[in-house]
């Protein structure tokens, strides 16, 4: 198991509490062509970086969550073909996502 069950209760506390402050429609597409499309994902996006503010949701549960992912990004890289490009550190993505009854992100091109 990745995270334990006490864990994932905090992680799903933290977005639940996040997600009324700092979340916001998901888009699709890269920077450029960044844009909301109800017909490819309807989900909700908080990111963790730059970080919400710390009076909101538990800083110390995003702080584990951060030193999970890392750990696992280390694990991955060790792992991975020499042909494949590096996990860089802190140059993960990480954002909480919520998808309500019906949401969905289908397969799509940018």
């Known amino acids: 198991e990745w995270l334990d069950p ?3 209760a905090a992680i ?3 977005a639940e509490a996040l997600d009324a ?3 916001r429609e998901a888009g699709v597409g890269s ?3 960044r844009g909301v499309d109800t017909q490819v994902r309807n989900s909700r996006l908080c ?6 503010p710390p009076s909101a949701g538990c800083i110390d549960t995003r702080m584990a969550l951060y030193r999970a992912a890392d750990s696992l990004r280390a694990e991955l890289q060790t792992a991975v073909s020499p042909s494949l ?3 860089h550190h802190f140059q993960t993505e990480l954002s909480y996502l ?3 009854e019906g949401g969905f992100y289908k397969r799509h091109l940018d």
């Open 6 to 8: 006490p864990s994932v």
């Open 12 to 14: 799903l506390s933290d």
């Open 21 to 23: 402050i700092c979340a």
């Open 31 to 33: 920077r450029e062509g």
């Open 47 to 52: 990111a963790l970086y730059p970080p919400p």
């Open 85 to 87: 490009p590096e996990l």
């Open 98 to 100: 919520s998808y309500p």
